[in-house]
């Protein structure tokens, strides 16, 4: 009873196909493609896997990506679920306003990251990090609650907007310093740090209003430019939105 999960983001299509639907399922096959070249997925990667049983997946790239990726699945007799924010699910509670206006992408993964914290240890506070064309940063308490979060620009952003507001920067990247002492190290370095100290705050926070040191959870394209440059300890985990996935299709499927 195959499971194919679905991270259709900013970028690229990210897909994993699953022996079944639940964490731990034997992972079978996994890819990406960029989202110009999704029209490629039926006759290329696809062609050769098993039809799934189920297809569950998350999409922030909008409505006519969702309908390239569905024409591609026409391969095989399933009809795809997409997950939409609600006010709660697979033991997480939604804090936001307007629980449906959260991105699936954030919702996925802090779902996937909150079962990964309890399958660690005792309940405890977590901070959920997404470093991709956008970073977000994500509070929830003890009790599988989803505080709030916040958004920022990612590193491509970031560089593009001082390339276009600031005459002759044309620089390429550089690296990490604590120092830098060129201009494309202080790009590189201030990009960064911008993220970097962007978590810390909200690690600051949370641990203030919970009373103990979050846990955190870092995932996303750039996690693992980033992680090396965190001024406090986290867990990188590729999987996280498809751990998500995984833990709401136990929910829904079996």
């Known amino acids: 009873m195959t499971f194919l999960a679905l991270d259709v983001g900013n970028t690229r299509l990210k897909w994993a196909l699953y022996d079944a639907p639940r964490v731990g399922g034997r992972l079978l096959a996994h890819g990406a493609q ?46 795809p679920q997409w997950v939409v924010s609600s006010a ?10 307007h629980p449906a206006r959260l ?4 919702w996925v993964a802090m779902i996937g990251a909150r079962q990964r914290l309890l399958r660690q240890g005792p309940p405890r506070p977590c ?28 590193h491509g952003i970031m560089l593009r907007a001082l390339e276009s507001g600031t005459a002759g920067l044309h620089v390429p990247t550089g690296e990490v310093r604590d120092f830098p002492t060129n201009t494309s190290d202080a790009l590189t370095s ?3 740090f911008a993220i970097s100290g962007a978590v810390q705050r909200m690690v600051d926070n949370l641990q203030r209003h919970c009373g103990e040191m979050p846990a955190v959870f870092m995932t996303g394209g750039a996690g693992w430019k980033m992680a090396p440059s965190m001024s406090t300890p986290c867990e990188l985990v590729d999987s996280l939105i498809f751990d998500g996935l995984l833990e709401i299709a136990r929910n829904r499927f079996t």
């Open 88 to 97: 709660a699910e697979a033991g997480l509670t939604n804090g936001y306003d």
């Open 190 to 192: 201030g990009g960064t």
């Open 127 to 154: 901070v959920v990090v997404m470093v991709g064309t956008a970073v977000t940063v994500e509070a929830i308490d003890a009790e599988g609650r989803f505080l709030g979060g916040i958004i920022l620009p990612g």
């Open 103 to 106: 991105g699936s992408d954030r």
């Open 34 to 79: 960029f989202l110009e070249n999704i029209e490629k997925l039926a006759e290329g990667d696809w062609s050769a896997l098993p039809a799934p049983a189920w297809v569950l997946g998350c999409v922030v790239a909008g409505d006519a990506v969702k309908r390239r990726v569905i024409e591609q699945m026409e391969l095989w007799d399933v009809a």
